[in-house]
């Protein structure tokens, strides 16, 4: 309480972050939340240690360009982003979400000078989820790291982009032509209220 959230942040991260590069020769990532959160202690940001921005819906998203502005013009080099496969406490995912989101991560990302991209699965503490349903954005998350092509506009799809991760996970993942049909079946959350 005395000294704030955001400088206790900084003195621990400074310790790991030293202790990272002193012990192993490493560089630390923490989730960049704390800098959104607490913008006045950008300046003791350690030199090895590199912010990963992170957003998984599309609301969130929209201002994930204003986050990266902020850090690029506090002079942050390395960075960073991390969008979703979006299928999380789902049976099928929302494939739909994921698309939207790992497509406007790789071109924000590429935008503002990301270090990296880092493609996020979180398990379902439930069990409700399998890893089937994270193969094809897994693959597409691949492939917008790789090679982000032509920006997009609005919600237009980069459907060979879609096509390719699909072909992917039949071929190598599935061994059958079948992801064309999970993919319309990972909208069915939509049918269904909250």
């Not at 002193?22 to 912010?51: Q, S």
């Not at 819906?57 to 960075?79: C, H, P, V, W, Y």
């Not at 979180?122 to 349903?133: E, K, R, S």
Request: proline letters at 3%; charged letters at 25%; one cysteine or more.
């Amino acid at each position: 309480k005395k000294r704030g959230s955001g400088e206790v942040f900084m003195d621990w991260l400074q310790k790991i972050s030293d202790l990272c590069r002193d012990k192993y020769g490493k560089k630390v990532m923490f989730w960049g939340d704390m800098l959104r959160e607490h913008t006045e202690v950008y300046d003791r940001l350690p030199e090895n240690a590199i912010p990963v921005i992170w957003g998984y819906e599309d609301l969130a998203n929209n201002m994930k360009e204003r986050e990266l502005q902020r850090i690029t013009s506090r002079g942050i080099k390395k960075f960073y982003v991390a969008p979703s496969t979006n299928t999380y406490q789902t049976y099928t995912g929302r494939f739909d979400t994921a698309d939207n989101n790992l497509r406007m991560f790789a071109e924000i990302g590429e935008d503002y000078g990301a270090y990296g991209y880092l493609v996020c699965h979180w398990a379902n503490p439930f069990g409700a989820q399998n890893i089937v349903w994270d193969y094809v954005p897994i693959a597409l998350g691949a492939q917008y790291s790789w090679k982000t092509g032509i920006r997009q506009q609005g919600g237009w799809r980069k459907q060979h982009f879609v096509r390719n991760a699909q072909q992917y996970a039949d071929e190598y993942m599935f061994g059958a032509k079948i992801s064309a049909y999970m993919r319309e079946l990972s909208n069915i959350y939509m049918l269904e209220p909250e």
